[in-house]
């Protein structure tokens, strides 16, 4: 009787009626997944990391290579506005124990600081998976833009440089971190090179006593569609060791680039009043 069940059972698995349901079965468990992402993703929920990542898990976004660590460091750090995301699957195909899907991806930011600057766009994506046992996993994805509109990657860089002169007027070190690349290099008005720690220690230096930041003459160049050239005249309000008022005046350039949505400063150079 065992046997025939075990013959029943594997003349049934060998169907194409079954292979079919199978398939429908995956099907909805990934479509399942990438949503569970797009909403795990956008709430920073870090649980996503082990249910749904691949162990050899990579990803290749804005020309970045990330593993499983650097992908929870993007998914956890700090954000400035708040986002949704919602994936269109456009194309998934399964092949056995692999799959490939690939769609648009559509995001929303929402600045905490000012709710009304909404700033949208569209991804376009591939995810590959693998299947574990009896669960799906994402071993890799890539995330390329489908159309750059200049106008509105400006604003959005605007917002960070306001953001960022914001935090340095009232000398918050870590939250200037937030907007400055690790490979920073500045170049000060002595023509001493500086890197991110230095850069940010002299800033915030409990001895400069700085009260107030004043930009002018501000320009934004694209220069690529992740890569822009600020420039601009300098004010800094400032109190010497005896509390008197003193202004430092030059004027500044710096490079920006944009990595994994975020526009973050390379390089900056300043100079002194002419």
């Not at 479509?31 to 990803?59: T, V």
């Not at 699957?89 to 600045?111: F, K, S, Y």
């Not at 106008?151 to 937030?178: I, P, T």
Request: aromatic fraction near 8%.
């Amino acid at each position: 009787m065992k046997t025939l069940i075990a013959a029943a059972l594997i003349a049934c698995a060998a169907s194409p009626t079954f292979a079919n349901a199978a398939k429908l079965s995956d099907e909805a468990q990934i479509r399942q997944l990438i949503a569970d992402y797009d909403k795990g993703y956008a709430a920073q929920d870090a649980s996503i990391i082990g249910k749904y990542f691949d162990r050899d898990y990579q990803s290749f976004v804005d020309g970045e290579i990330l593993g499983l660590t650097e992908a929870k460091a993007d998914l956890t750090k700090v954000r400035d506005a708040d986002l949704t995301l919602s994936s269109k699957i456009d194309r998934l195909r399964i092949d056995g124990n692999m799959a490939v899907a690939t769609g648009v991806l559509r995001w929303q930011e929402t600045p905490k600081s000012n709710p009304s600057a909404i700033n949208a766009g569209d991804d376009q994506y591939t995810l590959a998976l693998v299947k574990r046992g009896e669960n799906w996993q994402i071993f890799s994805e890539h995330l390329s833009e489908v159309k750059i509109d200049r106008k509105l990657r400006e604003q959005e860089l605007r917002r960070a440089a306001a953001a960022y002169a914001a935090l340095y007027g009232v000398a918050d070190a870590e939250g200037m971190a937030r907007f400055v690349d690790e490979k920073f290099v500045a170049v000060n008005k002595q023509g001493k090179s500086l890197n991110k720690a230095q850069h940010l220690a002299h800033l915030t230096d409990p001895a400069m006593k700085v009260q107030e930041l004043q930009l002018s003459e501000q320009k934004f160049q694209m220069l690529a569609d992740r890569v822009a050239l600020e420039t601009g005249q300098f004010t800094v309000n400032l109190l010497d060791q005896k509390g008197a008022p003193l202004a430092a005046k030059g004027s500044y350039s710096t490079v920006w680039k944009r990595q994994s949505g975020v526009w973050l400063m390379v390089s900056e150079h300043t100079s002194g009043a002419q």
